[in-house]
């Protein structure tokens, strides 16, 4: 069954059995502190602050969290890497999940890539999803990869599809309808993307790579629309209902969803999936809510339980 909005996973991060515990890697964040502490307080999320001491609780003095519950952990001596310090946190039993807060996208990322830090499945790959809930759309709708991979090959697409896939699954979803993205629904020679589309689309068909209904190459107005695919004589029943879409390339897949926060006021939370934790990721400049949503994403779903 579909989900019209985020009460389902809130609900299911405050049915857990104990708060996970969050290193936040640059806590010295205003909206992530804010939203951190907002799942905090909701008690599902125990706060683990890293980084620079003096910044973390001159912010936190100045929003008036001064008085909360929290365990700062300095790592601010010169050279010292802040999302090291919150991984390492976490190789010692005492973080269960790790957050961005004031790093540049790719220092968070490098260390969560460095192999000797166990953090990445064997034979797995890392896929970013953003979840969205837009105004004039009735479903959530996630869409990845905006973060890490670059330029997906036809394999790292049918990856990326399968993360998505064992993510709605782990979520409560039974079957939900992926869509490839492109610039047209017809493969086209020259556009390489669309004709890979219509390969992975085959080789679902002929042996499904996960538990959904897929479609592509098929354009975003298509996706969103019933009635675009009306007035453009597109046959294809799950216009208008789908759960995910899996962009091209990263550039596509990041322009969409800012696009989509900023002109289009979706609300909105990022994961990480594919590791051996689970890793919240939102965008410096997003709004609280972003970071409490993608925290209850993270309790609601443990990276064990999802078939990637």
């Known amino acids: 069954m579909y989900k019209t909005n985020f009460d389902f996973v809130v609900e299911k991060a405050k049915a857990v059995e104990k708060p996970i515990r969050v290193a936040i890697a640059g806590a010295d964040s205003e909206n992530i502190l804010l939203g951190a502490f907002e799942a905090e307080a909701a008690g599902f999320a125990e706060l683990i602050l890293v980084g620079d001491e003096a910044k973390i609780t001159k912010m936190l ?11 700062i952990v300095p790592a601010a001596e010169e ?37 000797k830090n166990g953090l990445i499945r ?7 999803i953003t979840m969205m809930k837009m105004p004039d759309y009735g479903r959530i709708l996630a869409i990845s990869d905006v973060t890490i991979i670059p330029d997906p090959d036809i394999n790292q697409r049918k990856h990326i599809i399968k993360n998505m896939a064992g993510t709605f699954k782990a979520l409560g979803y039974e079957h939900p309808n992926i869509a490839i993205l492109s610039l047209v629904e017809k ?44 007035l453009k004589g597109y046959d294809c029943d799950l216009c208008g209902e789908f759960d995910g879409i899996v962009t ?12 989509l926060q900023m ?6 939370c990022g994961v990480i999936v594919g590791a051996n934790i689970p890793i919240a990721i939102t965008s410096r400049s997003d709004k609280k809510e972003q970071a409490f949503l993608s925290l209850a994403v993270c309790a609601a779903l443990p990276e064990q339980e999802i078939e990637c």
């Open 61 to 71: 003095k100045d929003l008036s969290l001064l008085a909360r519950k929290y365990t």
């Open 263 to 268: 002109h289009g006021h979706a609300s909105s």
């Open 122 to 128: 064997k034979d797995k790959l890392l896929t970013q």
């Open 187 to 230: 493969p086209t020679f020259h556009m390489v993307d669309t004709v890979e589309a219509q390969s992975i689309v085959h080789d679902h068909k002929e042996k499904p790579i996960a538990d959904c209904e897929l479609v592509g190459p098929i354009a975003y107005d298509l996706i969103i629309s019933k009635e675009a695919a009306r």
């Open 79 to 115: 050279g010292e890497n802040v999302v090291q310090a919150a991984i390492d946190l976490i190789k010692a039993g005492k973080a269960d999940v790790l957050m961005r807060g004031n790093t540049q996208t790719r220092d968070f990322l490098l260390p969560i890539l460095d192999k």
């Open 248 to 259: 091209p390339n990263l550039l596509a897949g990041n322009m969409l969803v800012k696009v």
